[in-house]
């Protein structure tokens, strides 16, 4: 656990020691409060639901654009041949850097918990589907930061980092409105691949084995991917 702790650690520093974390946490705030709760007063009604209808796209570029510099950086600057040298694991390299940016995808999401402080003071607020949605944007969150890290272990430039990122991302989330384009036959496997029905589910305070098993397999599958590049790259 050493190193995978020293990893996170590093990574963690990283992040706010730079002023792009301090930005995109600014700009996320601004851009979803203002969606929020300009939605809230207009319908008057006391919920999340708005907030979190609105979170799977805006995570689609706001965590491809926090996890561009995971690998990009270090292979363009060369201190990633640096770090693969120490006795460390691929599986500790990827793991550390995918668990740091969850933790900052947590940072991200903490000052919102005070949307629905402020929601209960002026009506009645059933707080189920809100700790539901609070659980399923950190799942949506980990997963897509999982796909942010694949996309920066495959090249040296950040920019194309983000996105490629931001394309699987997005591609996820809004796959299941892409579903008419498809034959009857297809429809339930893409179905189960969009990434806004799970996402949906645990924020409605469902939580369901296979939401879950959706999000999990996605940050196993991309972390798998991200390790296999590394391996290939050494």
């Known amino acids: 656990m050493g190193p995978l702790v020293a990893i996170i650690g590093k990574e963690i520093k990283d992040y706010f020691v730079s002023p792009i974390a301090y930005i995109v946490i600014a700009v996320f705030l601004m851009v979803t409060g203002w969606l929020f709760f300009t939605t809230f007063f207009l319908f008057n009604q006391a919920d999340m639901r708005n907030f979190f209808n ?25 201190s990633l041949e640096v770090l693969l040298t120490l006795p460390v694991r691929f599986s500790d390299v990827v793991m550390g850097k995918f668990l740091s940016a969850v933790l900052f995808v947590a940072a991200l999401l903490l000052p919102t918990v005070t949307y629905p402080i402020v929601i209960a003071f002026l009506g009645d607020l059933d707080w189920g589907p809100v700790m539901g949605g609070f659980a399923g944007a950190l799942l949506l969150g980990a997963a897509f930061s999982a796909i942010g890290l694949f996309a920066s272990a495959l090249t040296t430039n950040q920019v194309i980092a ?54 999990f397999s996605v940050m196993f599958i991309a972390l798998y991917a991200a390790t296999l590049v590394m391996q290939d790259q050494k």
Not at 177 to 185: C, E, Q, T
Not at 192 to 212: E, M, T, W
């Open 54 to 78: 609105l979170l799977p796209m805006t995570f689609s570029f706001v965590i491809p654009a926090v996890t561009m510099r995971l690998f990009s950086e270090e292979r363009a600057a060369g």
């Open 162 to 215: 983000f996105i490629l990122g931001a394309l699987i991302c997005f591609c996820l989330t809004v796959l299941d409105k892409m579903l008419f384009f498809l034959p009857d036959s297809w429809l339930g496997a893409v179905a189960y691949l969009a990434a806004d029905p799970h996402f949906g589910n645990i924020a409605k305070g469902v939580i369901d084995s296979r939401d879950i098993l959706y999000f």
